[in-house]
Each structure stands twice: as structure tokens, then as C-alpha cells.
């Protein structure tokens, strides 16, 4: 795997911490800028809504550029957010620094996942693609404790102004370690970069990943209360429980992106259904804490780790492009507000164990839009029948459904 591939990863890494980092500093935020920690929360929010929205438009306005030289802009944007963030006087400036970082993140992880199919070869994509997104795996496990760490010791600023090191650490690998690349092959203008958007695949491909991350953060949102306030555990054990989920998410997207370039549908399908199988079995032993890790644990290994088959698919009915490859961000990323969102209506209208059911339902509705590509799969694999005077009767039968071709158009 090129070295390039891994210093992506890097970047990343400090994205991602960025955006879990207020999640484990909310009562510090909310003393030191003078509101409640509800509104503290409204700034994951924000940052998820600035992604999946303006990560999209700030792709477009990059398309004319290298890959390299796009990243070598969003860098230094995304370290003015985290600057600002460190800064921030009152409440309605930090909102505005966590809509830049959300914007210049969603926008680096597009380029970044398109620079690393470019740098690799088709065959093996999928595991380009899972060595970068183990920077997102990464900082969950080790990125947001570090951060939340340097927050508690040193102040929630701190926290702000470690990433800003990170990130400028990162700018600086990316500068040294990525060598230069010219643009993507059949990039252009906005125009020839929206054709891609007229494959009605394409658009099934993107409401899987939706569904896929939307299942899985339906449970992920709400570990904490569950764990402690249905299964019984300590509020202190609980770091540990979910430092042991995010092991479980390397190992699961290492595995994954391993597979992904041979074997997409049938990674996807196995994903889908043992996340809907593990979803259901939390819900069920919630109240058995062996039971309760043992489906956590599952739900790590076949949830977000399914991204590098999912990037994969979308490239193949797609394209390897940054404006697909955002745009295909931004789908996951309204899955996690779709799953974080229902799970916390559903928990308040039914209880601690709703959010899990309905990781069920988003499952199952996952595994539904795969049938078309599944069917065609099928078909493809599905040997040809031949009648006793040597006929093809499949090919026969597949001519009935086309339409005839006139001889003499026009």
C-alpha cells in the first residue's frame, strides 16, 4: 500500500477527532461558555448538518483542482475552525467555527478518499480505502479519550488547541509524504461531474450507506444510558466497554476492506443482516451484561466497518470522483443524524431499548434496497440453459425483454 495512503489516514484521524470532541467535554463547554449542556449538544449537530451540506458545495467550488492542492486549501480551513474554536468568546462563535470544520471536513474526506483510489490500483480500492478510513476508526478509539483527556486536565480549550496541532501535523505529513497527481481522469466542470448522478444505482447505493450508518448509530448514540441504566454497569466501566467497541471497529473494517474489492454485495449482505441479528439480540439480553457486550461487540465489528465495501459500491455505479465520493459522505453522515435523531424520539416515547429496535428496522430496510443489484448479481451467476437441440433458451429468454433494434434507424 503506498505511503500516501497512510498519511490520508492520518488526516483522517484529526478530522474525526474534531468532530466526537465535544461529546466528552459537554459539562466543561457548557461553564465555559455560559449555556446549557443541551446547546453544547446542538454543536455535533451543527457540525454533522455543516457536512452533509456545505461539504458537498465546497467539493464543486474544489473540482478545477489537483487532489493534493485541494487538501493543501482544506487544511489550513479546517485549522482556522479548530483556532476559532480554541478562541471563542461566546456560544454563536463556536457554532460558526464548528460549521467551518464540519464543511472543510466533509469536503476533505471526499478528495481524500478519491486521491487514494487514485493512487491505487482498481483491484485493490476497497483496501485503500479501509487503510484511510482506519483513521475514522482510530479516532474514535484513540483520538476523542486523548482529547477528552487534555480536555479534563488542561481545560476544554486545550482540547481545541491539541487538534490544532494535530491537524497542522497532519498538513505537513500530507505535504512531505503525497506526491503530486493530476486530476482525476474524466474530472471537469460541475456539470460533467452531475452525469454521474443520473444512474438511479447510484442513488440506491447511496440510501444503503444511509441505512447502513443509520442502523448502527441508532445503537452507538445511546451505549451509555443503556449500559448503565439497563444493563447495570458502573458509569466508570463504560470507557472501557467503549474503548473495547472501537478495537472491534478496526478489526472489522481491516476485515472488510480486505473483501470488499472481490466480494462487495456479499460483504454488504452479511453486514446488514448480522447488524440486524446483533441489533436484535442487544435489545433482547440487554439486561445480561455478557449478553449485552457480546452484541455491542458484534455491532462494532459489522457496523460503520462496512464504509469500504459501501465506498466501493458507490465507485463502481459511480465513479472514483471527489463530487461522488463527498456526496457519498454526506449520505452517511444523514445517517448518522437519521439514526441518533429516531433513536432518541423513539427512546423517549418507549424506553432505552427503542433506539435498538430501530437499528433493526434501518437494517432490514438496508438489506431491501441491495435486491436489485443482488437480482442482477444473479442473474449474471445463473448458467445458461441449453435446450436438446443445443439452443441457449436463458439467451432466448433474455431477447424477449429487449427492445428490437430497427434495422435502419430513423
Partial sequence: MPRAVHVLAFGIFAMVTSEFVVAGLMPQMAAGLGVTVPQIGYLIT????????????????????????????????????????????????????????????????????????QLTRPEVRGRAVAVILNGLMLGTLLGLPLATLTGERYGWRAAFWSISALTAAAALCTLIGVGRTGRPEGSGTFRSELTAFRAPRLWLALLTSTMVIGATFSAFSY?????????????????????????????????????????????????????????????LLARFDVGAVLCMLGIGL?????????????????????????????????????????????????????????????????????????????????????????????????????????????
Avoid: C
Fill in 302 to 410: 459489522v457496523g460503520v466497518t462496512m464504509n469500504p465495501a459501501l465506498v466501493t459500491r458507490v465507485q463502481r455505479v459511480g465513479n472514483a470522483r471527489p463530487l461522488v465520493n463527498t456526496v457519498h459522505s454526506s449520505f452517511i453522515t444523514f445517517g448518522v443524524v437519521l439514526g441518533s435523531a429516531l433513536g432518541g424520539l423513539g427512546l423517549d416515547r418507549f424506553g432505552l431499548r427503542a433506539p435498538l429496535w430501530l437499528g433493526v428496522a434501518l437494517a432490514v430496510t438496508g438489506l431491501l434496497t441491495l435486491v436489485p443489484d443482488l437480482l442482477r448479481h444473479t442473474q449474471r451467476l445463473t448458467p445458461p440453459h441449453t435446450a436438446p437441440d443445443g439452443t441457449d433458451t436463458t439467451s432466448l429468454a433474455n431477447s424477449e425483454h429487449r427492445t428490437p433494434t430497427p434495422l435502419h434507424p430513423g
Fill in 46 to 117: 451543527v457540525f454533522a448538518l455543516a457536512m452533509a451540506l456545505g461539504g458537498p458545495l465546497l467539493s464543486v467550488a474544489l473540482l478545477r483542482l489537483p487532489p493534493k492542492t485541494a487538501l493543501m486549501v482544506l487544511f489550513p480551513l479546517f485549522l482556522a475552525g479548530n483556532v476559532l474554536a480554541a478562541t471563542a468568546p461566546d456560544y454563536p462563535a463556536m457554532v460558526v467555527a464548528r460549521t467551518i470544520t464540519g464543511v472543510a471536513s466533509q469536503a476533505f474526506f471526499g478528495v481524500a478518499i478519491s486521491l487514494g483510489s
Fill in 223 to 283: 451505549l451509555n444510558p443503556i449500559l448503565t441504566q439497563v444493563t447495570g454497569f458502573s458509569p466508570g466501566t463504560v470507557p472501557l466497554l467503549l474503548l473495547a467497541y472501537g478495537g472491534a471497529t478496526v478489526i472489522g473494517n481491516t476485515a472488510v476492506g480486505r473483501l470488499a474489492d472481490r466480494h462487495t454485495l456479499p460483504v454488504l449482505l452479511a453486514g446488514l443482516s448480522l447488524n440486524a441479528v446483533f441489533l436484535a439480540g442487544f435489545a
